[in-house]
């Protein structure tokens, strides 16, 4: 991966001189942030809003195949990840801490492309990298990113307070990650049987980029807030849409129904799963890492979101005793069941 690139050993460096090499480009923009690197903690500020934290951690051959997950992408797709989950919880973020395991095999250009990825990542989405860690990896690369951020407490969106008669609501469309994972898995295997062969990835650039390089949806929340529409749940679709409206129902002890139809699917996630033999709606159902927004809304918003391009209404909530409901393109009744991505399946 590092042949073509000259090679610089990080322990040229040292941990210190690693981190301050890493980090020396870093721009504080975030007004909550106090104090970034430099101290033993960073320091902020947020006034009278309710603080929001999440972790996430990713590892190599659980999570992502170096084999053919650029590193750039890598460090964005980092970042995106954990930005999601404050997003799905109707907040803003803010700030992200950074850190990174990583075994003797990487040099210090390939960690600088990783920083080079989260950072665009970071002055995209307004949020300032204040702080992390480095460390030996004997197993492979390790990255774990803790992303912070906040919200008025009446506006924050948790999964166990959707009501009787909400409309299921999700963000732009489903399955293309899991579809473009498929696609990147076959080429990687024509790869490693014959090294000869380059990649044909020709016309799939839309569902490549939702695995590679997802992008978590902060637009979707300032659009709720420009309507005036408070969601009564939220959730992030990570790990498949079937999952996600489990767990919003079995937290929220309601039930709902979703109806097939009403699904996003893009045409070039529909094609291409139907290429491989997939069904497009359990791509859709079971597939993850979309990262778009479930939420659910009361029915007097509906006027507010059905001219709204990039949400889809689904279905909507009932009584827990009515259980979780697909009602599919033909009209049968299935029941909802979580078969979403495991990734220590994977």
């Not at 059905?306 to 009209?331: F, H, N, P, R, V």
Request: proline share 3%; aromatic share 6%; hydrophobic share 35%.
């Amino acid at each position: 991966m590092f042949d073509n690139i000259e090679k610089t050993d990080i322990n040229e460096l040292g941990e210190f001189g690693l981190i301050q090499h890493l980090t020396q480009a870093i721009v504080l923009t975030e007004k909550s942030t106090v104090n970034g690197i430099g101290d033993d903690a960073a320091v902020l500020d947020f006034s009278n809003k309710k603080t929001l934290i999440s972790t996430d951690l990713l590892l190599e051959n659980v999570h992502f195949d170096l084999r053919y997950v650029p590193l750039k992408h890598l460090g964005y797709k980092a970042v995106q990840v954990n930005l999601s989950d404050i997003y799905a919880m109707n907040g803003i973020a803010s700030q992200i801490t950074f850190s990174i395991g990583l075994s003797s095999k990487f040099p210090l250009e390939a960690i600088e492309e990783i920083y080079e990825g989260a950072l665009i990542a970071c002055k995209k989405y307004n949020v300032d990298l204040v702080g992390g860690d480095t460390s030996s990896s004997t197993q492979g690369l390790v990255i774990s990113v803790t992303s912070i951020g906040y919200a008025d407490e009446d506006k924050i969106a948790y999964r166990s307070t959707a009501k009787e008669g909400d409309l299921l609501c999700v963000s732009g469309d489903l399955g293309g990650a899991y579809v473009g994972l498929q696609l990147l898995e076959r080429e990687k295997q024509i790869f490693l049987e014959n090294p000869n062969i380059q990649p044909d990835l020709e016309g799939k650039d839309y569902i490549v980029e939702r695995q590679l390089k997802p992008e978590a949806r902060k637009d979707i929340v300032e659009l709720l807030e420009e309507l005036h529409v408070k969601p009564n749940a939220m959730i992030d679709v990570s790990d498949g849409l079937a999952s996600e409206i489990l767990h919003i129902c079995k937290d929220s002890n309601v039930g709902c129904k979703l109806y097939e139809d009403k699904i996003p699917i893009d045409p070039m996630t529909y094609e291409t799963a139907r290429e491989f033999g997939l069904d497009p709606t359990v791509c859709a159902l079971s597939g993850g890492e979309d990262y778009e927004l479930l939420f659910t809304v009361p029915q007097s918003d509906h006027d507010k979101l059905k001219g709204q391009l990039d949400i889809s209404i689904i279905g909507y909530i009932t009584e827990a005793s009515a259980g979780c409901q697909m009602i599919s393109k033909s009209g049968n009744v299935h029941e909802i069941k979580a078969q979403g991505w495991n990734s220590l399946k994977k």
